[in-house]
């Protein structure tokens, strides 16, 4: 007899089903509550004859803020059931369905593109192929202010022409998985970790321009046709959205390039694309504003946007070591990070006690998305000279990691000694809110606010902390 969920159920004697969430091609997902860690969880029960087991296993070696996080896979009654982070969301396509008439502004398309670009490279950097990417597996959270990727690999697709019986939506393909389908993909051959980022390039496309990159505005043609097509080709990202730079849509459009060897080769080579081509804003040290690269003071709290000799004072080193960190930092500030990394290393070779060549090494690996390998290098800057910019930067890496509990332990380094440093309170409220203690969370934007009164980002977690724990007012 086939094992019955339902609202009231309890499996494992753990987890206690709440309510469903949704049915998928691959399964029912239900909402529930983990009684032994105390946490929401999602849980979604594939059908019999599915990879599920194997996929999940994969997946669960995955922990980063951008992808749902697949915490154990059981094995009942022949089925599998996947026990997942509860994400307080929508999957995109829904959110773009609720705002059709609206859309995205090109600030909230960018920051969704590049949580995604992010979240990606960690899976590819770890060997995992998603193969399913679309707005149906990416869960927007307006509440965390995030995008996540979900369900990787648990899609298999058959070759030849696949069936599309659902209706014409408003982004003009008809929905499904074969609207997102690499060339390659769609005629049957090999898929490598180029066939994400060709459907991530669709989807990217898409949040700018609300068009989908392979449509026949005659409707003579599907999507899927004209994307296995030698002859058709997209017309350019910029060319439907001239607000975008023309880096932000070169990068658009060679994520969609049919041939994949003009493609990037996977997605850690587009983020770092991506990050170059977005990256034109300073950001303050004090409040965390993001400010014009022209700027020099903050437009927020009117604080002096930090120079590498504001960076540097107190921090000695041989000239040569110096003089390489300075260029380096130069490179950063033209958003060069590969470049600008290049002269970190080879300061720390001239000398290997510099804890800014460390400093800016980490942060550099960052603003990549090389989270663990930014935690190393910082940690040598801290074991050097326990600077407060270096605990804020480890610290967030930590927390794109989901190492929340280390990260708090850095942003609360760096706020004791610069108590009055507003960017860190925020980093720390992001973590604290992630981690449900609204309280706590709550405590730091009332500082924030004391000394910023009109902060948009404090002013923001105010409203959405007084959700979860009522009006306590300020």
Request: hydrophobic letters at 35%; a negative charge; aromatic letters at 8%.
């Amino acid at each position: 007899m086939a094992l019955v969920v339902k609202e009231g159920s309890v499996l494992q004697e753990r987890y206690l089903i709440h309510s469903r969430l949704g049915t998928g091609a691959f399964g029912i997902v239900w909402r529930a509550h983990d009684q032994k860690l105390r946490r929401d969880v999602a849980i979604k029960r594939i059908i019999a004859g599915s990879s599920a087991l194997e996929e999940g296993q994969k997946v669960s070696k995955l922990n980063h803020a951008n992808v749902v996080h697949v915490y154990e896979v059981l094995e009942l009654d022949g089925d599998s059931f996947l026990i997942m982070e509860y994400v307080p969301g929508v999957s995109l396509d829904q959110f773009l369905m609720s705002i059709r008439d609206e859309w995205l502004g090109e600030t909230q398309a960018i920051s969704i593109i590049g949580d995604c670009l992010e979240g990606l490279s960690h899976a590819h950097d770890n060997g995992v192929v998603h193969r399913d990417l679309k707005p149906g597996n990416i869960m927007f959270s307006d509440e965390l202010e995030t995008a996540k990727l979900m369900d990787f690999g648990l899609a298999k697709h058959k070759t030849g022409e696949p069936e599309e019986t659902q209706s014409q939506s408003v982004f003009g393909a008809k929905s499904g998985t074969p609207s997102y389908m690499s060339p390659e993909q769609a005629m049957g051959d090999r898929l490598d970790k180029s066939t994400d980022v060709f459907s991530l390039g669709i989807v990217a496309h898409l949040l700018l321009t609300k068009r989908h990159p392979y449509i026949d505005l005659t409707g003579l043609e599907s999507t899927f046709d004209l994307i296995k097509s030698d002859e058709f080709e997209p017309e350019p990202t910029r060319r439907i959205n001239a607000k975008i730079t023309h880096a932000l849509g070169d990068v658009i459009d060679r994520m969609l390039e049919k041939r994949r060897e003009n493609r990037f080769s996977d997605a850690r080579e587009a983020y770092e694309a991506f990050k170059l081509a977005t990256s034109r804003v300073r950001n303050c040290h004090a409040c965390g504003n993001e400010n014009d690269e022209s700027n020099n003071f903050c437009g927020a709290c009117g604080e002096k946007l930090l120079t590498f000799d504001d960076i540097s004072s107190g921090l000695t080193a041989d000239s040569d070591a110096e003089a390489l960190t300075k260029e380096g930092f130069a490179l950063a500030n033209q958003y060069k990070w590969v470049d600008a990394i290049k002269k970190y290393k080879d300061a720390v070779e001239a000398d290997s006690t510099y804890a800014l060549a460390y400093a800016n090494w980490g942060y550099a690996l960052n603003h990549l998305g090389h989270h663990k390998e930014a935690i190393e290098v910082l940690t040598k800057a801290i074991e050097i000279s326990e600077h407060f910019a270096c605990y804020d930067y480890r610290g967030f890496a930590y927390s794109k990691l989901r190492e929340n509990e280390k990260a708090l332990a850095d942003f609360d380094k760096a706020i004791e000694d610069q108590p009055n440093r507003i960017g860190f309170r925020l980093h720390r409220i992001h973590v604290l809110f992630y981690m449900e203690r609204y309280s706590d969370a709550y405590e730091d934007v009332i500082q924030v606010l004391k000394r910023d009164p009109q902060n948009t980002k404090a002013l923001h977690f105010k409203s959405r902390i007084e959700k979860h724990i009522g009006g306590l007012g300020l």
